[in-house]
């Protein structure tokens, strides 16, 4: 098996099926009909410094503002840090993709750094935003469960 089914409110993330491979990771789909709309990961993870880092893509622009990115940042940061036992997960963004970063920073991640000139796109340098969340602050925003 690729990875276990998360489910959220309002999206899934499930390993790939052979139609998703043009996608591969976390496949995002819609539970309410079953639509592929993006992807994402938790990739070069460190296991004895207990890190990784992540990424997400909407692919489906038709798709884009309406959550669906936050609520797979929210379930893969808390598959990162309960399951896998992760004390500190990182990300990226483009400089300018705003939407992202604030997606980011309402799932817990903040600030660490700016990677200047990172990206090369469309024949320019962009930098890039650098966040991270540690296991102990995502932990004290989570509801308690008895």
């Not at 990424?55 to 797979?72: F, L, P, Q």
């Not at 929210?74 to 990300?91: C, S």
Request: proline share 4%; with cysteine; glycine share 12%.
């Amino acid at each position: 098996m690729l990875g276990p089914v998360l489910e959220g409110e309002r999206v899934r993330l499930e390993p790939p099926r052979p139609e998703y491979l043009p996608a591969c990771q976390w496949a995002i789909v819609l539970r309410h009909n079953g639509k592929l709309i993006g992807n994402t990961a938790i990739e070069k993870i460190d296991w004895r410094n207990r890190r990784g880092e992540t990424g997400t893509v909407i692919g489906e622009k038709d798709e884009w503002g309406k959550g669906y990115a936050g609520g797979s940042m929210r379930l893969r940061t808390r598959y990162a840090f309960r399951e896998l036992g992760l004390e500190t997960v990182t990300t990226l963004v483009v400089q300018g993709n705003d939407a992202s970063r604030r997606g980011l920073e309402r799932a817990g991640y903040r600030q660490c750094g700016l990677r200047r000139r990172y990206y090369f796109i469309d024949g320019r340098w962009h930098d890039a935003w650098q966040g991270e969340i540690l296991k102990d602050e995502w932990e004290a925003t989570q509801e308690k469960t008895p």
